[in-house]
Structure formats: structure tokens, C-alpha cells
């Protein structure tokens, strides 16, 4: 009689998390969970694209403006680093009542908009170089867990449709804040546009925090020293003594040997660098391709943005269907896929004889951009580890710092050393680089073992 009853209630347990993966299904929660990354993308995308280079060029003689922004963000790539990884290891360890998650992605933001309106008040280069590494700081300390949190709540029959959404928010966030962060700034409201950014910040964390519910982290991970919010209690939470131990470990542990146990997750890894180093070497030059290789002069200044514009729009278009890609395809054949058609668009942009030419060229660079971010984060969180996700994407966004580096240190000599010898080629060379570091990404990533594909819910 007791044996039927615990088959009764396994039962109706089981009912009840099918029911909870029914609801992660719906494209509302999709929209409400990934909320918290558009409103990440609409800030960092104002922040680094308009504010913060307007700022440093009212604060800096003009000769040395791109040498101060360039400090800046070499410093807060460094931040990203070694926060991101330790934020999302603690996550996966801290039990709460709220859950494991939530507790860091609040303090994070809430720390965020709080600088946002120091730096808006900021006179001096150094106050705001200080400022930008604490936002970058607290940025960190919640994306690392908010990381965590999807692969905790989305049932993976449905993580490809939520990895589409969760790039097209990334898209959608940047060209929001891009084009009302340019119109703020260029009418004189640098503060307004700051404003703006920490509204969208501040809305979009509060969106996705109050409406999704968390269960994991209320009663901890058996096979995981955990950080119990009870054995310190709210009266002694700032105490840095009640912390020290637990911190101590978990930063000593994100970069335990573990991690080169996992072969997929490096191969991976590395085809993520090539990736992201290819985007990053068409990025920075495409303006001076505009101006010296393709003969547009002083016309290149207003004519980038449309190209840009039209890349993005492609990814934008691209990114939800390319997340749900994945389900018939195979997540490791779509980010192979999707690198092939950045290496095609990156050759026709290197060979490409007029302006006009390249819109077309646009919408393969575009689809690969797009199709990438989404396919790229389901297969991640079906590589990393169970109970430690936060720890292994935080580690991913060492490569994503790493990447935008490593693309300008290598593609600038190049370009510079065959404008040397031909004034303008040094670009389409460049061009030809990211190609052959999109089949890099496209080889590297078909050494991953898929797990078991399991049929997207519908």
C-alpha cells in the first residue's frame, strides 16, 4: 500500500515538472526570461558605442582619445575575465530562499544603476575610467548567475527556441540603445542618455527577476560545497568575516584543473575564440575599408552606419529561427553552418568592388552573426556540466574578452604591413583573415560531441 502511494505521488510529481516545461515553453516566458539580456544589450551597447567614447573625448586632448577610450576597454575586458567565472561559480553554490540566481543578478544591478548616475555626474577621465571597471564589476556579478539561470529553468527540448531569443534580444537591445543613446547625445543630453541606459537596465533585470520562479538553490546541490545564506543571516551579511572561507574557495576552484577534463567543452571553447576573433577583425576596420580600400574618403564617417545597420538587421531577422535551427539540425552543425556563411561574407567583403556591392554581401555576414548567437549558447549549456553551468559560461566570456583583443592585436599589424606595400589592401587582407578564422571555428566545433538530441517542444 506504501509502495503504491510513492508511485502515486512520483507520479504526480513528475506531472508537475512536465507542466513547469510546458510553461518554460511559452514564447510569453521566453520574452519575460531573456527580458534581463535586452536590457543588458540596450546599455552596453549605448555605453560603449556613444557615451563613453563622447565622454572621453570632452575629458582628453584629441590626439590621445582613442589611446584613453582603448585603456578603458583593454581594463574592463580584464574585469570581465575574472569576475564573470567567480560570480557564476558562486551562484551555482548559494542557497537561498529566493534561489541561487536572483539574490546576485539584484545586487549586481542594483550596484550598476547606482554608478550609472556616478558616472553621468563624472568630470575628470580618470573618475570615469575608475567608474566604468565598478560597473563593469557589478555588471559581471550578475551576469555570471543570470548566465546560470536559463539552462536552470528551460527544458532542453526547448533551449534552441530560448537561445534564439536570447540573441535576438542581444540584437534587438544593441540597435535600441545605439539609436536612442546617438539621438540623446548628439542633441547635447549625455546624462539623459546615461539615464536611459540604466531605465532599460534597471527595467529589464526587474522583468525577468519578478517573473520567472526559481527553485533550484532553496535547499542546495548535494555534489557542491554550498554557500548558505541561513548560516549567515540578513543581520550579518556585510560582514566580509562570515565570507571570507566560501569566497576564498569558489575563486580558487573556477579555475580548478576539472576543467581540462572536459574535452568538448574546450574544443568548444576554441572554436568560440576563432569565431568571435573573426567578427572582431571586420568589426574595428570597417570604417578605414570604407575610406582607403573601397575609395569613399570622407564620406566613409556617415556611410558606415547604414552597412552596420544592415548587418545587424539581417542578425536580428536571423537569430530567433536560427535558435530553433538547432532542434532539426544539430546545434554543432548550425554553429558549423552559420561560420561558413561568415567566411563566404567576409571573402566577398575583401573582394567586394563598390559600396553598393556590399549590402548584398550584408546578408551572409549577417545570417552567420545571427544564427551563431543562438545556436552558439544551446550548445553550451548542453556541454557544460549539470549544476555548474554558471561556472562554465562565466569561463566562456573569458573567451568572448579574450576574442575582441586578440582580433585587433593581429589584424592591425596585418593590415598596416600590406598598406606598406599597397595602400588599401591591408583591409581586404584583413578581410581574408576572418575568413580563414571563421573554417578555424567551423573545423573546431565539429570535434564536439553533441549530446542526444531531444525533439523541441511545440
Sequence with gaps: ???????????????????????????RWLSVLTAYYFGLSVTWGSLTTIVL?????????????????????????????????????????????????????????????????????????WAILVVMLCIEV?????QGPYQGLLPDLVPRGRRGLAS???????????????????????????????????????LGTLITVAGVEERDGRSGEPHLPRLRWRAVGMGRFLEPFRWRRAVRTVVLEVWGGDVLEQRDYLWLLGSRLAILMATGTLQPFVYYYLEDSIGLGNQAGT?????????????????IPGGAMTARWGRVRTVALSSISGAVGAV???????????????????????????????????????????RYLGLSNTVTAAS?????????????????????????????????????GAWAVTHVHEPAAVPEAR
Design 303 to 319: 556611410l558606415v552606419a547604414p552597412l552596420a545597420g544592415a548587418v545587424v538587421l539581417v542578425a536580428l531577422i536571423a537569430a
Design 53 to 125: 567614447p563622447r565622454l572621453v573625448e570632452q575629458l582628453v586632448p584629441a590626439a590621445i582619445k582613442t589611446s584613453a577610450l582603448s585603456l578603458i576597454a583593454g581594463l574592463q575586458a580584464i574585469v570581465a575575465i575574472v569576475v564573470q567565472p567567480v560570480s557564476g561559480s558562486a551562484s551555482d553554490r548559494l542557497v537561498t530562499p529566493w534561489g541561487r540566481r536572483r539574490p546576485l543578478m539584484v545586487i549586481g544591478v542594483a550596484a550598476q544603476l547606482v554608478l550609472l548616475i556616478v558616472l553621468a555626474l563624472s568630470g575628470s577621465y
Design 138 to 142: 557589478a555588471s559581471n556579478t550578475a
Design 348 to 390: 566577398a567583403f575583401a573582394v567586394a568592388p563598390s559600396y553598393l556591392s556590399l549590402f548584398a554581401i550584408a546578408i551572409p555576414f549577417g545570417l552567420a552573426m545571427g544564427i551563431f548567437l543562438s545556436a552558439d549558447w544551446a550548445l553550451l549549456t548542453d556541454v557544460a556540466p549539470p549544476g555548474e553551468a554558471g
Design 404 to 440: 575582441a583583443v586578440l582580433a585587433v592585436a593581429i589584424g592591425g599589424p596585418v593590415a598596416d604591413l600590406i598598406n606598406g606595400m599597397r595602400f588599401g589592401d591591408g583591409y581586404r587582407a584583413v578581410f581574408m583573415l576572418a575568413a580563414v578564422e571563421f573554417v578555424i
Design 1 to 27: 500500500m506504501a509502495r503504491r502511494e510513492t508511485r502515486t505521488l512520483q507520479g504526480e510529481q513528475l506531472q508537475i515538472e512536465r507542466q513547469a516545461g510546458e510553461e518554460a515553453a511559452g514564447l
Design 164 to 202: 534564439g531569443f536570447l540573441g535576438g534580444a542581444q540584437m534587438a537591445g544593441q540597435v535600441v540603445g545605439v539609436a536612442v543613446a546617438g539621438v540623446l547625445v548628439v542633441a547635447g543630453h549625455v546624462a539623459l542618455a546615461v539615464a536611459f541606459t540604466a531605465a532599460s537596465r534597471g
